[in-house]
């Protein structure tokens, strides 16, 4: 079996992203190291990551991981009931990596060395956790609502995808602050008059200013400082400029748990559009992106994606995807989406029938969580 990974996003008590959380299945800790230290050179290095292994117990192939200077390493708390486990850790901790507590419980016994960092627990079995031998995160909640209830039962926040379960009900109907920035991207897929564009971009300069700000990150990769809308125009053209004005569109909404809604968006699409690169033709993959990047829109606006997408001149395609999940980019997000489940065997076999193995998926999931952190979006 190879190493697969899948990421969780890690939130604080703000539902602010503060870190995320890789887990690598594997057989054995060997071949998780492998995996993660050939991911080295496309590392996420804006927030901290914790990695912890599933399926494979630690041995002492971890100490030959060689981890970047934000990575944690997940430590099985009951893995200290043992001699062997407590030297394994110990071992680690004097070589350099920092650990965080995995699978703890209260009341657990545990060493005072080395120190941690972090504590994951699961909050379905310990929905209490009081005086915690380190920041408490909280693993396995079932939906948005249970959140609020392990704040308030100690812990300081949470890894996992529950805030995408248990969301309130999308109204029938566009919300008309939206409208303005529907109203450009409209505009530039109808290759209008740069002054035009210009001028509906003039009336909001937080469109204009959150524009500049995304195509100027590091996550575009330009070598010229952009300074204004018709530079980008010349520079990248109305395709390359619809893409990132869709990350406006993303980036519209104000809900409280946004910012990790609209990460999940945006790693969704870039993902989508890393993982077809040597599959599809070059000038589809923007509309990937767009695809992965809308898979939330619904959430996100407040407004049911076909009241969205009736006020949008998008392609066939893309809508095919969200409202259907058919067309030519359905599998694409079906495999973004199974990135995201505790389901390796159903990963594989989607990524096998695109024509993709492990690593390809590990690479652009990481690639695309990198992409998404250098954006800024909190």
């Known amino acids: 079996m190879s190493a697969w990974v899948r990421r969780e996003p890690i939130v604080n008590r703000q539902m602010a992203t503060t870190a995320s959380r890789l887990i690598v299945r594997a057989d054995s800790a060997r071949e998780a190291v492998d995996a993660l230290n050939g991911l080295a050179d496309t590392w996420p290095t804006t927030r901290n990551?914790?990695?912890?292994?599933?399926?494979?117990?630690?041995?002492d192939a971890l100490l030959d991981w060689q981890p970047p200077a934000n990575a944690l390493l997940e430590f099985p708390a009951p893995v200290f009931a043992s001699v062997e486990g407590q030297a394994l850790a110990a071992q680690l901790d004097a070589g350099g990596t920092p650990l965080c507590l995995g699978d703890y419980a209260p009341g657990?016994?545990?060493?005072?060395?080395?120190?941690?960092?972090?504590?994951?627990?699961?909050a379905s079995r310990h929905p209490q956790l009081d005086h915690a031998p380190a920041t408490p995160l909280a693993t396995n909640l079932a939906n948005h609502g249970t959140f609020g209830d392990a704040v308030e039962n100690g812990y300081s926040g949470a890894a996992g995808w529950f805030f995408l379960h248990g969301l309130p009900?999308?109204?029938?109907?566009?919300?008309?602050?939206?409208?303005?920035?529907?109203?450009?991207?409209?505009?530039?897929?109808?290759?209008?008059?740069?002054?035009?564009?210009?001028?509906?971009?003039?009336?909001d300069i937080s469109i204009s200013f959150k524009l500049l700000r995304y195509i100027n990150s590091a996550g575009f990769g330009l070598g010229n400082q952009i300074q204004s809308f018709r530079h980008a125009v010349t520079l990248i053209g109305y395709n390359k400029l619809n893409k990132w004005l869709s990350l406006l569109l993303v980036t519209a909404s104000r809900d409280p748990a946004a910012p990790a809604l609209m990460q999940t968006s945006i790693v969704r699409g870039r993902f989508m559009e890393l993982a077809a690169a040597d599959s599809i033709d070059r000038g589809q993959l923007d509309n990937l992106f767009i695809t992965g990047s809308f898979s939330l829109l619904d959430v996100l606006l407040g407004s049911k994606i076909d009241a969205v997408l009736a006020e949008m001149n998008l392609p066939e395609a893309i809508a095919d995807a969200l409202l259907r999940r058919a067309g030519p980019y359905a599998p694409w997000l079906a495999l973004a989406l199974a990135c995201e489940q505790d389901d390796v065997p159903a990963l594989a076999a989607q990524a096998a029938a695109l024509?993709?193995?492990?690593?390809?998926?590990?690479?652009?999931?990481?690639?695309?969580?990198?992409?998404?952190?250098?954006?800024?979006?909190?």
């Open 108 to 122: 657990m016994a545990l060493p005072e060395t080395p120190k941690f960092r972090f504590a994951l627990a699961d």
């Open 169 to 203: 009900a999308m109204a029938n109907k566009l919300n008309p602050g939206h409208a303005q920035i529907i109203h450009i991207l409209n505009l530039v897929r109808q290759n209008a008059e740069v002054a035009e564009i210009e001028a509906a971009l003039k009336k």
């Open 49 to 59: 990551v914790i990695v912890g292994l599933q399926g494979a117990a630690p041995d």
């Open 355 to 378: 024509g993709l193995d492990a690593d390809r998926i590990n690479r652009a999931q990481i690639e695309a969580l990198a992409f998404a952190d250098n954006l800024q979006l909190d």
